[in-house]
Every structure is written in C-alpha cells, then in structure tokens.
T-cell receptor, first 114, second 115 residues
Framework: AQSVTQLDSQVPVFEEAPVELRCNYS??????LFWYVQYPNQGLQLLLK??????LVESINGFEAEFNKSQTSFHLRKPSVHISDTAEYFC????????????FGQGTELSVKP | DTEVTQTPKHLVMGMTNKKSLKCEQH?????MYWYKQKAKKPPELMFV???????INESVPSRFSPECPNSSLLNLHLHALQPEDSALYLC??????????????FGSGTRLTVV
C-alpha cells in the first residue's frame, strides 16, 4: 500500500523568506508525485507534478520540488514567499496500478506573515 | 475549455431532502471522480468512473448515489444525509489513459451543509 507523510502540519514564515514543505512517501512500485494548493474556500489546483524524466520540477509561480528516490521524498521549496502564497498544500502520490487514484498527505498550512 | 464545473457552489439540505450535485467537463476526459473533504483534512476518494462505468466505490454509504449519464457529466445524488456528511464535495477528471491519466483537474467544489 502507498502512503504519504507531510511532516509539518503548519509552517509560518515571513514574507520574502525561503520555505520548504516536506513530503515523504512509501510505495513498493514506481510512483507519480504531485503537489496541490488549496486557497481558502476553493478547490484544489495542481502546482506541479513528477511523472518521469528530470527529478527537479518547477511551477510557473516560483515553486519547485525535487524527486529523491533514495530518500523517498518530494519536498516543495520556494526561495522567496509572498503573502498570496498563504494556503493549504497537499502532497499526493499515485502509481500505474492504482487506476488513477490519488493518495493525499494530511496537508501543510503555509501562513505567510508581513 | 480546461475546467471542471461544479454546481451548486453551496447547498443546505435537511436530513429528509433529496438533492443532487452536478459536475461537468468538456476536455474529453474519460475518468471522473468524486472526493469528499472535511475541514482541515485531505480529500478522500468516494467514487471513480472510467469510460462511464463505475470502477471504484470506496465503501461509500448508499445514501450517496453516483451517476455518469455521459462522458462529460457526473452527478452525485444525495438522500437522507446526516449532519456529519457536511463537507466540501470535489469533482475531478483525468484523461483516463496513459500518463496523462495522472493529471487531475479539480472543480471548485460544492460546500454541503446538512441540517
């Protein structure tokens, strides 16, 4: 069975500071990895995904994540956060034998303060 | 069109009511999903439809009844719900084949309150 662990439930940071949201997974097969962002009272938006190829993936708004197979991690980073990045972030995993089913972590609440 | 549209956005219903949630996409996706999300929790999978056929039912109580009338439309019929069923109900879709099957597009959800 697959599982996802997001190590921090809440991450408070000041504006323009760097941030890392941690995600570890467990799986016996090859995985596909995702980060989703959920702003208050909204649905989920795909931030970035790793399916294959380069282990470093980037989003259009400055976030990046690196797939580390040996450490079974997919941490999300941003060098300088903005107030508008305040949201809930979910790491998720899927694999070819899951029929497209996504397994979500518990979420990390990123709170950016001025 | 790259969106999944859910209606209504908000719904308040009594425990004896019958209501339906609607989800629509026009991206040609052939897999559609219903998720339930409680406050401060991750989404939990309820149902998966693949090529208009129910492929996964995550042991959801029968008071929730999904329906996929065609490849663009997914409904969730609600009957005799309990207050603990109050949550954000999210619909999602994927292409249904190959690696693009892992590119979920989520709708903005229906916030359901059962009174």
């Amino acid at each position: 069975a697959q599982s996802v662990t997001q190590l921090d439930s809440q991450v408070p940071v000041f504006e323009e500071a760097p941030v890392e949201l941690r995600c570890n997974y467990s799986s016996s097969v090859s995985v596909y990895l995702f980060w989703y962002v959920q702003y208050p009272n909204q649905g989920l938006q795909l931030l970035l995904k790793y399916l294959s190829g380069s282990t470093l993936v980037e989003s259009i708004n400055g976030f990046e994540a690196e797939f580390n197979k040996s450490q079974t991690s997919f941490h999300l980073r941003k060098p300088s956060v903005h107030i508008s990045d305040t949201a809930e972030y979910f790491c998720a995993v899927s694999s070819y034998n899951q029929g497209g089913k996504l397994i979500f972590g518990q979420g990390t609440e990123l709170s950016v303060k001025p | 069109d790259t969106e999944v549209t859910q209606t209504p956005k908000h719904l308040v219903m009594g425990m004896t009511n019958k209501k339906s949630l609607k989800c629509e996409q026009h991206m040609g996706h052939r897999a559609m999903y219903w998720y339930k999300q409680k406050a401060k929790k991750p989404p939990e999978l309820m149902f998966v439809y693949s090529y208009e056929k129910l492929s996964i039912n995550e042991s959801v109580p029968s008071r929730f009844s999904p329906e996929c009338p065609n490849s663009s439309l997914l409904n969730l019929h609600l009957h005799a719900l309990q207050p603990e069923d109050s949550a954000l109900y999210l619909c999602a879709s994927t292409s249904g084949r190959g690696r693009s099957n892992y590119g979920y597009t989520f709708g903005s959800g229906t916030r359901l309150t059962v009174v």
